[in-house]
């Protein structure tokens, strides 16, 4: 089944996606007590941030058209602490079995930003449609495209099967051509049982580089798979399991340490329907770095009524569905792993935009999830339009949050001037608990109940904060100075 953009397709020769959204309640999950990625110093990390960028798709050089003051501009703007970054297989296997050691230099240099103010970074190896090979006109150079793009030109095969233009990107996915280049990606065909390891031995080469790397902090390994012939449960748990495990098994030859983030099928999971993912096991000693990063793109959103009236009541229903599978596959399924909302957004001039981003972050604070909104790409769904002026997101977003906890988190709230966060101190995590504090809410001193200060810049916006080790769940509140 496809679904786009209000109206359900039903494509031959596709197995619909299976699984019935849940009628009430959870769907078969336990809410999951969130657990969370960690850093060093052992901080529960909780992420915030954009998906940087979707310009990156079709550059030649693979790099997104984002500069170190674009940066700069963001993290004094919102004080983010997280990308999900973009990566292509295309850049780093221009040829079989070639890696392009200076593709992954211009990667670590833009790493090296983000290291510099202190952010986190997930690198996502990113696909739409497969790759920019899938049509002459789309494809700039080696799967560079910006109808399809991930995949090189060298691992696309469509076996001469015809993809003729379509009014929207989405219909792409079942042209005949790309649904081949899938299946014979999966080798579901049986005929290239090779594709899907050049695609886990991409990501050791990519891990290779990264491994020791603090600033890198997970890998997502493949950007809202589509299973081409293959759909749902049959998908997720057989071609789409196999290839993470394969995955994880090459990355763990080289990076013992980073989290392997891995994504459900995207259509109808983005949407709310249950996810069919399987187990993916991590060979590493010690605890599992599994995470588990579904994307949220309720279908009503794109009624055009945005988050308003029917519109939103059926939003509201789908992030419930939606809230149900996280916490069933990454509490149950995966086995208590932590989540990352890897892409959520809208168009910020739709009516109700501020409530639903709100609502979104909502959800994902008391899943514990990280977030990284889709995307930093000038215009009306992101923070800036092509002209710099900011739309509504810069200060939706720009809200007080507690960046690296020592110890486990089991809830917070903020408003613009006010934080509460209560924790459970990890006596071994000796390094203070970090906030972000924006001006608006913060425009002088800060006040601290139930901590003491151990820093708080104006310049960073960073407060740091420590507790009694012997403690037992301890309740933080940050306010300004009175
Ligand atoms: C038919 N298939 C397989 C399909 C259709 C639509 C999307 C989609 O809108 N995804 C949401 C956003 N995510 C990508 C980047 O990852 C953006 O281009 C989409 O807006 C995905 C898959």
Sequence with gaps: ALIVAG?????????????????????????????????DAGRS?????????????????????????????????????????????????PEPGQYDQEYLDRVEDRVSWYAERGYKVMLDMHQDVYSGAITPEGNSGNGAGNIGNGAPAWATYMDGLPVSPQDRWELYYIQPGVMRAFDNFWNTTGQHPELVEHYANAWQAVAERFAGNDTVVAYDLMNEPWGGSLQGPAFEGGPLAALYQRTTNAIREV????????????????QGVPSGLTKINDPRAGEQRIAYCPHLYPLPLDLGDGYSGLS????????????????????????????????????????????????????????????????????????????????????????????????TPT???????????????????????????????????????????????????????????????????VTPAG
């Design 411 to 477: 809830e917070w709230s903020s408003t613009v001037d006010r934080l509460q966060l209560t924790f459970t101190p990890n006596p071994a995590v000796t390094a203070p608990t970090e906030i972000y504090l924006p001006e608006s809410g913060f425009p002088g001193g800060v006040d601290v109940a139930g901590a003491d200060i151990v820093n708080w810049n104006p310049q960073s916006r960073l407060l740091t904060v420590e507790t009694a080790d012997d403690a037992g769940p301890v309740t933080v509140t």
């Design 255 to 270: 990076d013992q340490d980073s989290w392997v983030c891995v994504a459900p099928q995207a259509v109808g999971v983005n």
């Design 7 to 39: 109206s359900l397709i039903l494509g031959g020769g596709i197995a619909a996606a299976e699984g019935s959204l849940p009628t009430s309640g959870s769907a078969g999950g336990t809410s999951m007590s969130p657990s969370y990625l960690t850093d």
């Design 45 to 93: 990390l909780i992420l915030r941030g954009f998906n940087t960028a979707s310009s990156a798709k079709s550059a030649p050089d693979g790099m997104p058209k984002f500069t170190e003051d674009d940066l700069e501009r963001e993290h004094a703007d919102m004080g983010t602490n997280f990308v999900r970054f973009l990566i292509s297989w295309r850049s780093v296997e």
């Design 312 to 407: 939103r009541t059926l939003t509201d229903a789908t992030i419930d569905t939606w809230r149900d599978s996280v916490e069933h596959i990454a509490g149950n399924v995966l086995g208590g792993v932590p989540a990352i909302l890897g892409e959520f957004g809208l168009d910020t001039t739709l009516p109700g935009a501020t409530d639903y981003i709100d609502r979104v972050y909502t959800t994902a604070r008391e899943l514990g999830a990280g977030v990284s909104y889709w995307s930093s790409d000038p215009g009306p769904w992101g923070p800036y339009l092509p002209d710099g002026t900011q739309t509504l997101l810069v200060d939706t977003l720009n809200k007080p949050y507690p960046r690296a906890v020592a110890g």
